[in-house]
């Protein structure tokens, strides 16, 4: 048997990268502020960013793009993305939303009270944001191995379901709802087991809490289980997925991920009571229930590409993509959040600069020195996207700094990932002379989309 896993698709339609030369990209850096959000994608040669609506769609999602009934309600292409959605969860309201931040948006706005607080594994950066701006505490819980980068466990993605019965116990009456995120994105995209869904599930039902899930990664979460989890080996990706979803009261999901569309999400609920105000806010700010910020054949593309994003060869070719980049990465002596997750690999930039004090931002850096060195865009997540400026000028810092490398779907092919390789290695060893940042323009929340930085050496 030849061991090389092949990509699991031939391409048929391909769009040219546009090459340029370190001298452009020193340029084109400081243009763009010292911030990677800020280049034109036509400057980045490998735009690993995000993993989120960046992927190539299959020759019959855009055949399913001609099906698209754009009437405004009632449109066909919705009931047949409702009958997927409820067959795939189990569960029986579904609204499409025009992304997965609008689905928290629209659900959070419906059913949570200024001063509460939400439990999760890790909240993603947009789900965190849309709480707070409610007035809502954002407490992230996940097992102590899944905030140590080195530390191998299976699914680093579990909530620490001590800490959530100690928090049910004090501040019960605080919590409307438990979150889970599978994968973990913000954590390393790490797994979570369906022993620890199903008995966080237990544990917050025995308080009268709902769960739910944001399900942006689910299949990717279920073939880890198949993976991993002891009794799931033989197990169709579609019955984990089935089963996650059972121990949930509710879920918001954006498409853009395993949904393997460029635009969408949606929430799905199980119980009654909070339909009719998620209703409300939904005509309110993305549209009428059948099409919630969506054209037609959005809503065909989704119906079509959650199905295929639950294929095994697929998922198995997808999480062997992550795996090999880390296997070239460990060769080079770069440190990364072990083992890979689904979607993506996180260097351990505190680890890869050791000399770079916090307040310079190692992972900030290592992103600038990526796309100088070699026209790759990743993405701080670490003490940019989670820190903050308090009023007397000092800030808060990130549990880590990590620089991910998240991959669209279906996207990039061996040689992509051999270059990269390539050039991670080529930073580590320049890794003394890369220069930390200070942020000199901010906004109050998602700093890390627009900030301007200048070099703190400069
Ligand atoms: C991407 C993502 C979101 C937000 O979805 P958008 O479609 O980008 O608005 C929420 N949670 C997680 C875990 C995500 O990865």
Known sequence: MPKTLIEPFRIKSIEPIRMTTQSERVELLEAAKLNVFRLHADDVLIDWLTDSGTGAMSSRQWGAIMEGDESYAGARSFYRLETVVQRITGMNFFVPTHQGRAAEKVLFTAVCQKGELVPNNCHFDTTRANLEVLGVEALDLVIPEGLQPSVIHPFKGNIDLARVESLLNAEGDRIPFGMITVTNNTGGGQPVSLANIRAYSALLKSYGKPLIIDACRFSENAMFIKMREPGYANTPIPEIVREMFSYADGATMSAKKDGMVNIGGFIVLRNEEWREAVRNVLILTEGFPTYGGLAGRDLEALAVGLDEGMDEDYLRY?????????????????????????????????????????????????????????????????????????????????????????????????????????????????????????????????????????????
């Open 318 to 458: 997808r999480l062997r993509t992550a795996e090999y980049l880390g296997e070239r990465l460990a060769a080079s002596g770069v440190a990364f959040v072990k083992p890979t997750g689904g979607h993506a690999v996180y260097i351990d930039a505190r680890t890869v600069l050791p000399d770079m004090p916090i307040a310079h931002y190692p992972a900030w850096a290592l992103c600038n020195a990526l796309y100088l060195e070699g026209g790759i865009r990743g993405v701080e997540i670490g003490s940019v996207m989670f820190g903050k400026r308090l009023a007397d000028g000092t800030e808060t810092y990130h549990s880590m700094d990590l620089v991910r490398l998240a991959f669209p779907r279906r996207m990039y092919t061996q040689s992509h990932f051999d270059y990269a390789a390539e050039v991670i290695d080529e930073v580590k060893q320049k890794a003394a002379t890369i220069r930390g940042v200070r942020i000199t323009k901010q906004p109050q929340y998602l700093r890390h989309f627009t900030c301007e930085c200048s070099w703190v050496d400069a």
